[in-house]
């Protein structure tokens, strides 16, 4: 009903969000999809803090669930929110390592300082 909305209000924040640009989009299109960084929920920003600290060497779902940090998450909790930032098109894959795919910061990604509250 209607009146049930806010009820699944949370829900709807954590929808995977839809590509915010094409790959080959102008820099303005991909200065857009990394203007979002600052909002994104906490395991997002870490994740791509993690990608950009590794630089081109990038990692594997399977290593960063393997990370102290992310330990008590299930490998799907990892890959959905690494799977979220390449729809959104900050992350790309990049190669393959011991059988799976190892992602990276697409090229012009830089993470901007976090806001301070």
Do not use: C
Not at 103 to 113: I, S
Request: hydrophobic share 40%.
């Amino acid at each position: 009903m209607i009146g049930d909305l806010p009820l699944f209000a949370p829900a709807l924040e954590l929808a995977t969000p839809g590509p915010l640009h094409r790959t080959p989009d102008a820099p303005t299109s991909v200065a857009a999809a990394v203007s979002i960084i600052p909002k994104l929920n906490p395991m997002r920003r870490r994740i791509l803090e993690l990608m950009a600290a590794v630089g081109p060497d990038g990692w594997t779902d399977n290593e960063l669930r393997h990370l102290e940090e992310f330990r008590d998450y299930s490998h799907s909790t990892v890959g959905k929110r690494r799977t979220e930032l390449t729809q959104a098109g900050l992350l790309e894959a990049v190669g393959t390592r011991n059988g799976f795919t190892v992602w990276a910061l697409r090229e012009g990604v830089t993470l901007p300082p976090r806001e301070t509250t």
